[in-house]
């Protein structure tokens, strides 16, 4: 067997653009060893607020070399025209596309009200007694009108149309708190409410599908020492 004179040519183009590929990624890793330069991250406002803003002040003491700009935004923005590093998204999956998303944490979403609810309008004994409650709806959760919950029996689905619905978790978990009824939060924004009483867990045995954190970067040549080091950070968190 033998080249063709088209094959030699598309061989050693190719292999030009991949020594050349090689190379930028050596520069990139040899001028990346020192965490310095500009961070942009992006992330949703409440995952933002309760678990980033929270481990930032030790990060950047750790590296106070390092600019940092933390954008919060609850839908997901374009990394490439925003100019960001890192975005983190929580999701049950991440779509195919030219963006490179690495799993690092995962999120675990159950059922809620508060104490003064459920003294007032009752607590479902089964799923399908969600039906006949007032419902707190996410407005950019997959689930806002059918849940999809995992219990001990198997899987039970339920329709919905939640009479009230809102764009951040945080909020949310303040409708509740305040007894306008039954809804589902992930574990970063129910914790601490739920130690302090404010939030009890509604049919503790079921919860809907764990959805994922992704941190997402454009391509791997995003993941240079700076966004290294903020992810590490915040898996420690994550683990913590």
């Given at each position: 067997m033998s080249l063709t004179d088209a094959g030699r040519l598309y061989y050693d183009e190719a292999s030009g653009i991949l020594d050349a590929v090689t190379g930028v990624e050596r520069r990139i890793r040899d001028g990346a060893g020192a965490v310095r330069g500009h961070l942009k991250v992006n992330a949703s406002s409440s995952f933002g607020q309760t678990?980033?803003?929270?481990?930032?002040?030790?990060?950047?003491?750790?590296?106070?070399?390092?600019?940092?700009?933390?954008?919060?935004?609850?839908?997901?923005?374009?990394?490439?025209?925003?100019?960001?590093?890192?975005?983190?998204?929580?999701?049950?999956?991440m779509p195919d596309s030219a963006?490179?998303?690495?799993?690092?944490?995962?999120?675990?979403?159950?059922?809620?009200?508060?104490?003064?609810y459920l003294a007032r309008a009752g607590t479902p004994h089964s799923p399908q007694e969600i039906a006949q409650h007032r419902v707190v709806g996410f407005l950019l959760a997959d689930h806002l009108t059918r849940w999809a919950l995992h219990g001990p029996s198997g899987t039970a689905t339920i329709g919905l149309d939640p009479p009230v619905r809102v764009g951040n978790s945080l909020v949310l978990r303040d409708l509740l708190i305040a007894g306008q009824g039954i809804g589902t939060l992930p574990d970063f924004?129910?914790?601490?409410?739920?130690?302090?009483?404010?939030?009890?867990?509604?049919?503790?045995?079921?919860?809907?599908?764990?959805?994922?954190?992704?941190?997402?970067?454009?391509?791997?040549?995003s993941m240079d020492a700076k966004v290294t080091a903020f992810l590490d950070h915040l898996r420690a968190a994550l683990r913590r």
């Open positions: 678990v980033i803003a929270p481990i930032l002040p030790a990060f950047l003491e750790a590296y106070p070399d390092l600019r940092l700009t933390l954008s919060m935004d609850d839908r997901v923005v374009d990394m490439v025209e925003g100019g960001f590093d890192v975005s983190l998204r929580i999701r049950a999956a963006l490179v998303a690495k799993k690092i944490g995962t999120i675990r979403q159950r059922i809620f009200a508060s104490p003064a924004v129910s914790a601490e409410a739920e130690a302090r009483g404010d939030l009890v867990r509604v049919l503790p045995d079921w919860e809907l599908p764990a959805p994922e954190i992704f941190a997402v970067t454009a391509s791997r040549l």
